[in-house]
């Protein structure tokens, strides 16, 4: 079975620092790239960042350049994400989801297998 696991989210201060965990099973880890989404209270979800490990290729919404840092461990089959630098509008549910190829087009319609997501909760 096919599964993804967030983890990592929790409360902090505007200006502090989470990363956020992704384990991935049930699937060969390599073949896939993973992606991390959010959605905040009334909103649509939007990608955030993805990473294809076997390429060690990466993408960033312009709203986190420059703070937050996707990574993986294929080792654990784990992705990363280091989020420095909060905002209070960086406050919402994370996912993660898989698919085949990363582009700057971080879209949820290309990506499958859903995590339940972790809450992230920034404070002014």
């Known amino acids: 079975e096919v599964q993804l696991v967030e983890s990592g989210g929790g409360l902090v201060q505007a200006g502090g620092s989470l990363r956020l965990s992704c384990a991935a099973s049930?699937?060969?880890?390599?073949?896939?790239?993973i992606g991390w989404f959010r959605q905040a209270p009334g909103k649509e979800r939007e990608g955030v960042s993805c990473?294809?490990?076997?390429?060690?290729?990466?993408y960033y919404a312009d709203s986190v350049k420059g703070r937050f840092t996707i990574s993986s461990d294929n080792a654990k089959n784990t992705v990363y994400l280091q989020m420095n630098s909060l905002k209070p509008e960086d406050t919402a549910v994370y996912y993660c989801a898989r698919t085949v190829r990363c582009s700057s087009y971080i879209s949820v319609i290309i990506f499958g297998s859903w995590g339940q997501g972790t809450q992230v909760t920034v404070s002014s």
């Open positions: 049930g699937f060969t880890f390599g073949n896939y790239a």
């Open positions: 990473i294809t490990s076997s390429r060690g290729i990466t």
